[in-house]
């Protein structure tokens, strides 16, 4: 994840320099992984729903959608989302 001898690096920088680095490192190995997760799900969302537009998910959530509806949702998720994750790791 946090490479010190990545292509076009300076096998002279400092320890600090390299441990500065390291914050952003980390933080664009999470957004892949949760980029490749998010893709993941809408994909098998969309095996099951091939006809659906995904488009306006990035804007959130739906704008006539109460927020309590949206947490009930969300809720009822939960135990999805936990058997995808679980099929992801085999």
């Keep these: 994840?946090?490479?010190?001898?990545?292509?076009?690096?300076?096998?002279?920088?400092?320890l600090v320099e390299r441990l500065e680095e390291a914050p952003k490192?980390?933080?664009?190995?999470?957004s892949a992984t949760t980029k490749n997760y998010i893709a993941h799900l809408i994909g098998i969302v969309k095996s099951y729903w091939p006809q659906h537009n995904f488009a306006?998910?990035?804007l959130g959530i739906?704008?006539?959608?109460?927020?309590?509806?949206f947490l009930r949702y969300r809720e009822e998720a939960e135990p999805i989302a936990e058997?995808?994750?679980k099929n992801l790791a085999n």
């Design 62 to 69: 739906a704008f006539k959608c109460p927020e309590a509806d």
């Design 25 to 30: 490192k980390i933080l664009d190995y999470l």
């Design 1 to 14: 994840m946090v490479d010190p001898h990545e292509e076009g690096t300076s096998i002279s920088k400092s």
């Design 56 to 58: 306006p998910i990035p």
């Design 83 to 85: 058997e995808i994750i």
